[in-house]
């Protein structure tokens, strides 16, 4: 079992900042594929990001990219999204989620294939 714990939420206004944070544990981190997606009010859960388990590679939703920024450290067992340039259609509840491959610089986009989530941390993003 692997427990992840998201934080660094919060409200924020257009064009600020924000850093989300995901600390993992449980089992070893550097074998596990990270993501992060998010969930508007009425809307489904949607990938913003993905990292691979060595950090080489990472993808980004186009309505992301550009602005936001995955990164892992694994020594730390925590990966982190850096969201710059905020826009009110950023605000969503967003998680972490991991799964566990063999590839070192495979990433995982699609929601389905994550064995685990956190609890999610709220972002609102004001106009």
């Known amino acids: 079992q692997v427990q992840l714990v998201e934080s660094g939420g919060g409200l924020v206004q257009a064009g600020g900042s924000l850093r989300l944070s995901c600390v993992a544990s449980?089992?070893?981190?550097?074998?596990?594929?990270m993501g992060w997606f998010r969930q508007a009010p009425g809307k489904e859960r949607e990938f913003v990001a993905g990292i691979s388990r060595s950090a080489g590679r990472a993808y980004y939703a186009d309505s992301v990219k550009g602005r936001f920024t995955i990164s892992r450290d694994n020594a730390k067992n925590t990966v982190y999204l850096q969201m710059n340039s905020l826009k009110p259609e950023d605000t969503a509840v967003y998680y972490c989620?991991?799964?566990?491959?063999?590839?070192?610089?495979?990433?995982?986009?699609?929601?389905?294939?994550?064995?685990?989530w956190g609890q999610g941390t709220q972002v609102t993003v004001s106009s």
């Open positions: 449980g089992r070893t981190f550097s074998n596990y594929v």
């Open positions: 989620a991991a799964v566990r491959v063999l590839q070192s610089n495979m990433v995982v986009m699609a929601d389905r294939e994550y064995d685990y």
